[in-house]
C-alpha cells in the first residue's frame, strides 16, 4: 500500500506542473500549492518533460511567458472544444 500513496503523491506534484506550463505563472501555482517556489522549480525540473511529453501528444499547447493576443484566443478556442 506505501506504493500507492507514493504514486498519488507524484500525481498531485504532476497536476500542479502541468498547470503551471498551461498558465504560464508558476508562482501563482506554487502559492496554490502552499509550497515555497524552490521546492516547485524542483517538481518543475523533474517532471517538466514528461508533462511536456503527455501534453505534446495530446495537442495541449502551452503560454509563452508573455503570451499574444493569438495564443490567448487558440487556447480559448481549445478551452471552448473541451466544453
Do not use: C
Not at 498531485?12 to 522549480?41: M, P, Q
Request: proline share 2%; net charge neutral; charged share 35%.
Amino acid at each position: 500500500m506505501p506504493g500507492k500513496k507514493i504514486d498519488v503523491i507524484e500525481d498531485v506534484k504532476k497536476k500542479y506542473v502541468r498547470l503551471a506550463l498551461e498558465t504560464g505563472n508558476h508562482s501563482s501555482i506554487a502559492r496554490k500549492a502552499g509550497i515555497s517556489r524552490d521546492t516547485f522549480r524542483r517538481w518543475m525540473n523533474e517532471y517538466k518533460d514528461e508533462m511536456l511529453d503527455l501534453m505534446e501528444n495530446e495537442g495541449t499547447t502551452i503560454l509563452s511567458d508573455n503570451p499574444t493576443k493569438g495564443e490567448l484566443l487558440e487556447k480559448y478556442e481549445q478551452a471552448m472544444k473541451l466544453l
